[in-house]
Each structure stands twice: as structure tokens, then as C-alpha cells.
């Protein structure tokens, strides 16, 4: 099975740098993807992580250790629209067809304040 | 960009009904997902489908059944519905034909209420 940790809540300042950590334990790994959610609406795809390293696009960046089973979201000049819900979410599948859904940990409740 | 398109968005039951919700996936996306979201819960995989057949079955009960028509669209039946049915239920696309690594793109989703 699959076991994706994250923090149940974070507070930051409205123009402040937040990092979300995601820890998990999976069965296969064939990817790390970041949603953004707000309530009662649809999971917005944010960045995924195939390989170790770093991805930046704008002021969200994802980073992924596959050794450790260690991903981050850093968001950055934090904005009030930017208070939701982000998940982490596992992929297993390797196989055309087979198991890639995507298998999400409990999310982290943003807030962000004036 | 079109995106995905569920119907109804919003819908209300009595215990012991049934209920269809439809998908409409992003043109040329090959598989499609169906995810079940209670209040303050992170969505659940129930099934999906990859090229109209189905290719993996998450926490879907034996009430529930899904398919994927010749157009690529899908359709969740769920017949004695339950009041802990009650949720919002995603449908997702992907491209996964060729490439190693796609999203998931969700709709809007539906919101089921048993009374």
C-alpha cells in the first residue's frame, strides 16, 4: 500500500516563502505531483517530480528525493488567493494502462494572513 | 483549454436510489479516473479506465459500476445509495499513451447528496 504524509495545517504572512513537506512510503514510485485545492472545488495541478532535483514554475517549485521519499512545495510572495488545501499525491504505475492513478495524502490546510 | 466536464454538478437522492454521473474527458486524453471526496477527506481512487477498458479499481463498492463509452466519455452508476455516499465525486483525465509521466486534470465535480 501506500503511506503520504503531510502537515495537517500551515500558517504563513501574505509575502512570505512557505514550504509544505510530504514524506511517503509507496509500493513502485513513478512520480510526485502537487495539487492546489480550494474548497468544494476541483484538485489544480501544480508540479510534479519524476527524477531527484528541483522543479521551479514561477512562484511555485517542487522538490523530490527519491532516496529519502522526501518531496517539498515552496511557494513563494505569498499571496491571500493562495489559502487552500495542497496535496501530494503518489503515482505507482509504470505501465501503459496500468495503475496511474494517483493515490493523494490528507492535504495541508494554507492560511495565509494579511 | 477545454477542460473536463462532469454533469450534474450538483445532485440530491434519496437512501436506497440510484444515480449516474457523467464525465467528459479532454479531447484526446486515453484514460479516465473517478474519485470519491467526503467533507475535510483527501479524494479516494474508485476506478479507472484507460482507453475504454477498464484498467484499475481503487475503494469503488459493489454498488457502484463505471464505464468508458466509444466517445471516451464515463459514467458512475451507483444504485442503493447510502447516506455515507453523500460526497464530491471527481473524474479526472490523462494522455498517458507515448509518455512516461502525465497530470491528472479534474473537473468541476459532482455533488452528491443522500437524504
Known amino acids: 500500500g501506500q503511506n503520504i504524509d503531510q502537515p495537517t495545517e500551515m500558517t504563513a504572512t501574505e509575502g512570505a516563502i512557505v514550504q509544505i513537506n510530504c514524506t511517503y512510503q509507496t509500493s513502485g514510485f513513478n512520480g510526485l505531483f502537487w495539487y492546489q485545492q480550494h474548497a468544494g472545488e476541483a484538485p489544480t495541478f501544480l508540479s510534479y517530480n519524476v527524477l531527484d532535483g528541483l522543479e521551479e514554475k514561477g512562484r511555485f517549485s517542487s522538490f523530490l528525493s527519491r532516496s529519502k521519499g522526501y518531496s517539498y512545495l515552496l511557494l513563494k510572495e505569498l499571496q491571500m488567493k493562495d489559502s487552500a488545501s495542497y496535496l501530494c499525491?503518489?503515482?505507482?504505475?509504470?505501465?501503459?494502462?496500468?495503475?496511474?492513478?494517483?493515490?493523494f495524502g490528507s492535504g495541508t490546510q494554507l492560511t495565509v494572513l494579511p | 483549454a477545454a477542460g473536463v466536464i462532469q454533469s450534474p454538478r450538483h445532485l440530491i437522492k434519496e437512501k436506497r436510489e440510484t444515480a449516474t454521473l457523467k464525465c467528459y474527458p479532454i479531447p484526446r486524453h486515453d484514460t479516465v479516473y473517478w474519485y470519491q471526496q467526503g467533507p475535510g477527506q483527501d479524494p479516494q481512487f474508485l476506478i479507472s479506465?484507460?482507453?475504454?477498458?477498464?484498467?484499475d479499481k481503487g475503494s469503488i463498492p459493489d454498488r457502484f459500476s463505471a464505464q468508458q463509452f466509444s466517445d471516451y466519455h464515463s459514467e458512475l452508476n451507483m444504485s442503493s445509495l447510502e447516506l455515507g455516499d453523500s460526497a464530491l465525486y471527481f473524474c479526472?483525465?490523462?494522455?498517458?499513451?507515448?509518455?512516461?509521466?502525465?497530470?491528472?486534470?479534474f473537473g468541476n465535480g459532482t455533488r452528491l447528496t443522500v437524504t
Open positions: 499525491a503518489v503515482r505507482v504505475g509504470i505501465s501503459s494502462g496500468s495503475a496511474r492513478q494517483l493515490t
Open positions: 479506465f484507460y482507453e475504454k477498458m477498464q484498467s
Open positions: 479526472a483525465s490523462s494522455r498517458d499513451r507515448g509518455l512516461d509521466v502525465s497530470p491528472l486534470h
